[in-house]
C-alpha cells in the first residue's frame, strides 16, 4: 500500500514520541522500517520533481513559439493596415464604407516624433527619480548583527538538491 509523505511522517512523530504501547525494541524496529519508507518516498519525490521540470521546460518551450506565432500574426496584421493605408494614398481615396466593411482610414490625435534629442530644450526635459529599498545592505548588516527599525532577519528551510541536478541531465 503505497502511504502519503504526511502519513509515515505522522506515523516517526507518534513512535518517537512514545505515544504507543510498544516496547523500545518494538519502536526501534519500526521507526528504521518507517525511516526507509520515508526515504523510499523520497526517491519518488526526486523522480516527480525532474519529470515536473522537464514538463516546465516543454511549457516553456510552447510558450516561446506561442509568442513566435503571435508576433508574426500581430506583424502581419500590421502590414494589412500599411496596405489599406499606402493603397488608398496612392489612389487619393478613402475605404468605402458599409455595413460588411467596417474600415476607415483616420489621423491620430498626434504623436512626438523625436529627431535630435540633443538639440531639444532642457526645459522640456523631465527628472525622474526612484526611490527603492537596498535589500542587499540590509541583508549584509543584519547578519553583521546590526538592528534595523522595521526589517528582521529570516531564515526560512529550503530543499536543496532538486533543482541543480535536474538541469544539469
Known sequence: MKRKMH???????????????KSPEERTIQ???????LFDKEDGIYWLYVDNEKKVDMVKDHINKCKIVLNVIQRDNEQIKDLVINTHESLDSLPKH???????IRNSSGAV???????IPKEYFVLVQEERLDKK?????LKEGNKIPGVKLVKKPFVSGLKERSHNE
Open 137 to 141: 545592505r540590509i541583508l549584509k548588516e
Open 98 to 104: 458599409s455595413i460588411f466593411n467596417p474600415i476607415k
Open 7 to 21: 502519513e509515515i511522517s505522522t506515523d516517526i512523530m507518534t513512535l518517537q514520541m512514545g505515544l504507543d504501547m
Open 113 to 119: 516624433l523625436v529627431e535630435d534629442e540633443s538639440i
Open 31 to 37: 521507526l528504521q522500517d518507517l525511516f526507509l519508507e
